[in-house]
């Protein structure tokens, strides 16, 4: 069972940025596709970006252009990078492993806070 650490959330202007990460253990990190989910007050949580294990990323319409996700094998952690953040970007992000079918596998980490003020 993998165990996701995620960090890096905060409070930050609207247009500032931020960096989250996750670190991942008790697996074999290099192998899985990793991606980063939001959840906003009273939604449903949503996949906002993609990293395949050989690199390929995707990302929702909502955030393409502004955040970036990575992967660093060697320290198993994957990065979002978030630029020109809105206020509807505000929400708990959450990590994940995903399954075949692209969308969460496993246990879910504690999530991290990010909330951007207007």
């Known amino acids: 069972q993998v165990q996701l650490v995620e960090s890096g959330g905060g409070l930050v202007q609207a247009g500032g940025s931020l960096r989250l990460s996750c670190a991942a253990s008790g697996g074999i990190f290099r192998v899985y596709n990793m991606g980063w989910y939001r959840q906003a007050p009273g939604k449903q949580r949503e996949l906002v970006a993609g990293i395949s294990s050989v690199g390929t990323t995707n990302y929702a319409d909502s955030v393409k252009g502004r955040f970036t996700i990575s992967r660093d094998n060697a320290k198993n952690t994957v990065y979002l990078q978030m630029n020109s953040l809105k206020p509807e970007d505000t929400a708990v992000y959450y990590c994940?492993?995903?399954?075949?079918?692209?969308?969460?596998?496993?246990?879910w980490g504690q999530g991290t806070q990010v909330t951007v003020s207007s």
């Open positions: 994940s492993v995903l399954g075949n079918a692209g969308t969460h596998f496993g246990a």
